[in-house]
């Protein structure tokens, strides 16, 4: 079975940054588009990042061009985010997500994607 496991999550200062960690098991993360979502308190998930199949990044939300990235290491079958310069408003469950599909559409991954039980960022002095 396609599962995914995030990890890496934790307290960061405003300014800091922290690198989650989305471990693949069931499939090779190279296989399939995976995104990154995020859920606040009291708001809806929201996608933040993707890459595609073919590496390609896709930002869900534009403010975060130049403070997240995502990337691939197939050695250790794995899909990291990058956060950095974080702000309070990150603060949130983070979530990584596939629907076995090439490309990253956020309303399929949104629906037929599977779901682990995230990972807690809080960005708090």
């Known amino acids: 079975q396609v599962q995914l496991a995030e990890s890496g999550g934790g307290l960061v200062q405003p300014g800091g940054s922290l690198r989650l960690s989305c471990a693949a098991s069931?499939?090779?993360?190279?296989?399939?588009?995976i995104a990154w979502f995020r859920q606040a308190p009291g708001k809806e998930r929201e996608g933040v990042l993707c890459?595609?199949?073919?590496?390609?990044?896709?930002y869900f939300q534009d403010s975060l061009k130049g403070r997240f990235t995502i990337s691939r290491d197939r050695g250790e079958n794995a899909v990291y985010l990058q956060m950095n310069s974080l702000k309070p408003e990150d603060t949130a469950v983070y979530y990584c997500?596939?629907?076995?599909?090439?490309?990253?559409?956020?309303?399929?991954?949104?629906?037929?994607?599977?779901w682990g039980q995230g990972t807690q960022v809080t960005v708090s002095s």
């Open positions: 997500v596939t629907d076995q599909g090439y490309g990253c559409y956020l309303g399929r991954l949104r629906e037929y994607g599977s």
């Open positions: 890459i595609s199949r073919s590496d390609g990044a896709t």
């Open positions: 069931g499939f090779s993360v190279e296989s399939y588009a």
